[in-house]
């Protein structure tokens, strides 16, 4: 998955400049473009600014319903699933490998356990 191709993709289809994303995030038009040609991956809180501002459901980033390379497509995430998501990334960064591991454990002991 090419996330830059995708906002290209939604942008020239929603008939949008990188100005006029520039002016709605704030964003700079060059961060814009590096994004857009694969020198830069945006955070998940940048790419939901560009999303809102597009006014595109950020899950449909992620959606790979097409599978153009032949490999299993992606579920598609819903919004409150792609905001725990989010929330997980910037809480987690500030723990080392150890308590990682733990909160995975957690989580998948939590999960086996309402499947049950």
């Known amino acids: 998955m090419n996330i830059g191709e995708t906002i290209r993709n939604y ?3 929603k008939g949008m400049s990188q100005g006029d994303i520039e002016k709605r995030t704030g964003l700079l038009r060059c961060y814009l473009s590096r ?3 694969g020198h830069t991956i945006p955070s998940l809180d940048t790419l939901a600014k560009i999303a809102t501002s597009m006014d595109v459901p950020l ?4 959606n790979q319903g097409n ?4 490999s ?4 598609q995430l819903a919004e409150e699933e792609v905001r725990f ?3 997980i990334r910037r809480y987690s960064s500030g723990l080392n490998d150890s308590d990682r591991k733990l909160v995975i454990a957690m989580v998948k002991k939590m999960a086996t356990s309402i499947s049950r």
């Open 59 to 62: 899950a449909q980033f992620f």
């Open 11 to 13: 942008r020239l289809q």
């Open 67 to 70: 599978g153009d390379n032949g």
């Open 72 to 75: 299993k497509a992606t579920p």
């Open 35 to 37: 994004v857009e040609n």
């Open 85 to 87: 998501l989010t929330q």
